[in-house]
């Protein structure tokens, strides 16, 4: 029953407004229809840029006393929540496999996942403290000055969330905000907005006090200008396409920005791999929820000696991935988001088909299901090389020695994260050192988490950088205190 108030009988949910959930005065909705069979998940509400500014400035007038509750207080919110979100796995995981096309397994995953992300990050705010820091170990000064730091919140923060994990990076921006003594205006994408919904009624449930969290949703291309440059917005962070990245860097002025963007991410195989977990993390890197994630394995760059032999070992992984309908059977391979990410991930099939790539497995569609598909000899002429798909398409690029695959790395305009694969931890580190990404892994699939770890891209892949700690430091600022002490 904890969700009655999220929706009318006729499925128009309603916005988390001032601690009340409420409808648009002009009574404009939003179809949002599943992937899975193109029913009708739910309406959300399109709101007008007034609503908007009363979103925003409610949580301004919000901010002002929840930044003065002790953090201890804070954190018992979260930890509320956390338990909340536990009790809700079930029912918040059907809207989002009917909504996202995710299996249920991922689906309940995430929300656990989430749950986890909470609590931790109530944990870790409450063990980051001040500092006092002298002023005599800086030449010419003695011990009369000492500064005080703390940290101090931002105001108020812009979440944007994307469509494939609505859930969890929605609570990656939230959390760390919330607990820093922010307040947040979370923007949720079209298509997941229903599950982000369900998020932040578990956060009021846990007690967060009216406008402190506030929703707003709508069509980015009507209001998502409008918010981004709102002047009441005091931080924006987003996850979603580098091509709305830049379109936000670009017109907002002055406004700290943590952004999670497009990725590239490419396996580099050398020649004294393990192919059997380098098969293992590949497939499931490159094609589990359809390869709809920023940290997919996108591209695979092995040493022309075993190349042959990997593409075997590939192959036959993927003709056993399950394809379907998430809401019926535990798959790997779900629908795409939509008509226009199909289409899309058609496009590159075709361009590789046509410049001479081998289709090993694959390369058909069914509607907004793309198969598993798997290429070999790509060369750098192909689109598949360099653009990111967002669907289970992956291309092998052979190369004649690690430092070609370094060079082919480094050439894209991403930096997110790569995976090498080798058994010399020297030749491991001689990669890592070079590679222009956030993360590099090693024996493992390119992924995201452990939650308190750093992650962050470089070049085209993001601005700023997220992991627990490093995201509530993000969202609040140092403020020093100078005692002068020989004048008191």
Not at 150 to 155: D, S
Not at 354 to 381: C, H
Request: proline share 4%; glycine share 8%; hydrophobic share 40%.
């Amino acid at each position: 029953m904890m969700f009655q108030e999220l929706c009318c009988e006729n499925k128009n949910y309603r916005n988390l407004i001032n601690g009340k959930w409420q409808e648009t005065s002009s009574g404009k909705l939003i179809e949002i229809k599943s992937p899975v069979d193109d029913s009708l998940v739910g309406r959300i509400q399109s709101m007008s840029t007034e609503e908007v500014d009363f979103a925003i400035e409610n949580a301004k007038e919000a901010q002002k006393s929840w930044k003065k509750v002790p953090v201890s207080e804070r954190a018992k919110v979260l930890y509320r929540a956390a338990d909340l979100l536990e009790e809700e796995v079930e029912e918040i995981a059907k809207i989002m496999m009917r909504e996202v096309a995710k299996d249920k397994k991922s689906a309940e995953s995430e929300v656990r996942r989430t749950a986890d992300y909470i609590r931790f990050t109530a944990d870790a705010a409450k063990g980051m403290e001040g500092e006092s820091i002298p002023a005599d170990n800086f030449p010419g000064f003695n011990k009369s000055k000492i500064s005080v730091v703390t940290r101090e919140p931002l105001g108020v923060v812009l979440a944007i969330s994307p469509f494939n994990y609505p859930v969890n990076l929605s609570a990656s921006k939230i959390a760390p905000a919330i607990v820093a003594g922010n307040s947040v205006v979370l923007k949720p994408a079209t298509q997941g907005a229903i599950s982000a919904l369900y998020l932040a009624r578990v956060f009021q449930e846990a007690g967060l006090p009216g406008g402190v969290l506030n929703t707003i949703t709508g069509r980015g291309s009507e209001i998502g200008d409008y918010c981004v440059t709102h002047e009441n917005i005091d931080f924006i962070n987003f996850t979603g396409s580098t091509e709305i990245g830049r379109r936000i860097s670009s017109i907002t002025t002055m406004k700290p920005l943590l952004m999670e963007l497009g990725g590239k991410d490419a396996a580099i195989v050398l020649e004294d791999a393990d192919l059997d977990l380098t098969v293992k993390n590949i497939i499931s890197g490159a094609y589990s929820y359809s390869g709809q994630r920023c940290t997919a394995v996108k591209r695979i760059l092995v040493i022309d000696k075993i190349a042959d032999k990997l593409a075997e070992k590939l192959k036959e992984a993927v003709t056993k991935l399950k394809v379907g309908n998430p809401l019926k059977d535990q798959v790997e391979v779900v629908p795409l988001i939509d008509t226009k990410a199909a289409d899309f991930v058609e496009g590159l099939i075709k361009d590789a088909k046509d410049k001479g790539a081998t289709l090993l497995y694959g390369g058909n569609r069914e509607g907004n299901i793309i198969y598993p598909t798997l290429f070999d000899n790509v060369n750098l002429d192909m689109r598949l090389a360099w653009e990111e798909p967002f669907g289970p398409v992956l291309p092998i690029i052979r190369v004649k020695d690690k430092d070609e695959a370094i060079e082919i790395a480094n050439k894209s305009e991403y930096g997110l994260q790569s995976s090498v694969f080798t058994k010399d931890i020297n030749a491991a580190f001689y990669i890592a050192d070079k590679l222009e990404v956030g993360t590099v892994q090693v024996n493992n699939k390119t992924e995201r988490g452990p939650d308190h770890f750093p992650f962050l891209g470089v070049k085209s892949s993001g601005i700023g950088t997220q992991g627990i700690r490093y995201s509530i430091e993000a969202m609040s600022r140092p403020k020093a205190t100078v005692i002068n002490i020989e004048q008191i």
